[in-house]
């Protein structure tokens, strides 16, 4: 039986528990591992740039971030000339969709060096041999990715990635917690409103993972697996509103598929509490 006409479905981690901070240090150690396994001989730093920026975008829905672009590659062991492209990038934030912060963190320190050394005018002149080809890469359709569109080699790639990113993130959970608003917010929601939780993980580990926690007995149902379908079937229930309450661009994709609504719980302690104390009134409820 209802409560009424909307339902709220709920991620799990990075939505009710505030995971993100160990789930970015995880996918840093996770990218740079699969790249040293991966990389062959014939790579250049050009090649490897990117890989990277393709990656980021198949995995992040297009969203670029300091952490991606930045910590994953000074986390691997490559020639210094990587760096120098990661920066020169950095120089076109708009077209990457990525922070100026990059550029204001990160330029002069890495340039500061040749600039100010004799070998100023050969730096110059090697910015400029590599313009047109960083120009294209800035465009992710006109990237030099052929070598790594190779199917056996991405499926590698992923095999590696996917593995130690699901193995940090098993290992990190146990110290997950929820957000501080969640509980007095849940609490409130679920007067007038049926809660659910969908999230990507398996149903039975999922409903022992809510078990755990006191807001469970505000939960209506708890359902793993693809998100899309899991918002399909719950607006197959009757309700005139269906809205997903989740924290990453996949989980967007997945609420516009279904034709639910969307509320985003932005990465970090302050932000995450601060989008859930907003939620009843940003959402109308």
């Known amino acids: 039986m209802r409560k009424g006409e909307t339902a ?14 160990d789930k970015f240090e995880n996918f840093i150690f996770a990218v740079s ?31 670029l971030r300091v952490y991606q672009f930045d910590n994953v590659v000074d986390s691997f062991s490559h020639p210094r000339n990587l760096l120098r492209v990661i920066r020169l990038l950095a120089e ?12 204001e963190r990160h330029l ?29 890469l800035t465009t992710l359709e006109s990237s030099p990715l052929d070598s790594f569109r190779d199917l056996s080699n991405r499926k590698k790639y992923f095999d590696v990635f996917n593995q130690e990113y699901t193995d940090l993130n ?4 146990f110290g997950w917690k929820p957000f ?31 078990k755990k926690y006191t807001f469970a007995e505000r939960i209506k149902t708890v359902i793993g697996g693809d998100k899309a379908e899991n918002l399909n079937y719950v607006k197959t229930l009757g309700y005139r509103r269906v809205i997903f309450v989740g924290d990453m661009p996949a989980d967007r994709v997945a609420a516009v598929k279904s034709g639910a609504e969307f509320y985003r719980i932005h990465p970090g302690e302050d932000r995450g509490n601060s989008d859930w104390e907003m939620m009843m009134e940003k959402l109308n409820l």
């Open 8 to 21: 709220i479905c709920f991620d799990w981690d990075g939505t009710i528990l505030d995971s993100m901070n």
């Open 33 to 63: 591992k699969a790249f040293l396994i991966n990389l062959s001989d014939r790579d250049t730093p050009l090649d490897n740039i990117s890989k990277l920026i393709d990656f980021c975008h198949k995995e992040y829905g297009g969203e």
């Open 92 to 103: 076109k934030p708009q077209e990457l969709k990525t922070s100026s912060y990059i550029r």
């Open 108 to 136: 002069y320190d890495t340039f500061q060096e040749e600039l100010e050394g004799d070998n100023n005018n050969d730096f110059i002149s090697w910015v400029s041999s590599v313009g047109d080809i960083l120009e294209s």
């Open 170 to 173: 098993t290992k990190s959970s």
């Open 180 to 210: 501080v608003k969640v509980e007095r917010v849940l609490e409130k929601l679920s007067v007038d409103n049926d809660l659910f939780v969908v999230s990507s993980l398996l149903t039975p580990l999922l409903s022992e993972e809510v």
